[in-house]
């Protein structure tokens, strides 16, 4: 079972990054994906899922109208478009793969996880 989550960066608030996650297609074909992020002594936040059709999305509030979730199952990868990045947006971004065809707001709905990418947003 393997996530690669990559596209983190270094970015000034205001700018965009694109997030990709690419699985095996035995890992995500019919099931949801969710991007979560970290920092350091806080727990690990939900950020966006995503249904394995791809039709049906949620985000954190603290998120919404500023970053999409999307997927190419034919490609066996999700996205997360992040416009309008802000200084509080830094974290390691984890992409995840469902216990289910839906997309859960906790991590423990979900049972394989990245390895993390860093975004850092400077002011």
């Known amino acids: 079972v393997q996530l690669q989550a990559s596209g983190g960066g270094l970015v000034q608030a205001g700018g965009s990054l694109r997030l990709s996650c690419a699985t095996s297609?035995?890992?995500?074909?019919?099931?949801?994906m969710g991007w979560f992020r970290q920092t350091p002594g806080k727990e690990r936040e939900f950020v966006a899922g995503?249904?394995?059709?791809?039709?049906?999305?949620s985000y954190a509030a603290s998120v919404k109208g500023r970053f999409t979730i999307s997927r190419d199952n034919a490609k066996n990868t999700v996205y997360l478009q992040m416009n309008s990045l802000k200084p509080e947006d830094t974290a390691v971004y984890y992409c995840?793969?469902?216990?289910?065809?839906?997309?859960?707001?906790?991590?423990?709905?979900?049972?394989?996880w990245g390895q993390g990418t860093l975004v850092t947003v400077s002011s």
């Open positions: 995840a793969v469902a216990l289910s065809s839906m997309s859960p707001g906790v991590s423990s709905g979900y049972r394989y």
């Open positions: 995503i249904n394995w059709r791809g039709d049906s999305t």
């Open positions: 297609r035995r890992t995500s074909s019919n099931n949801g």
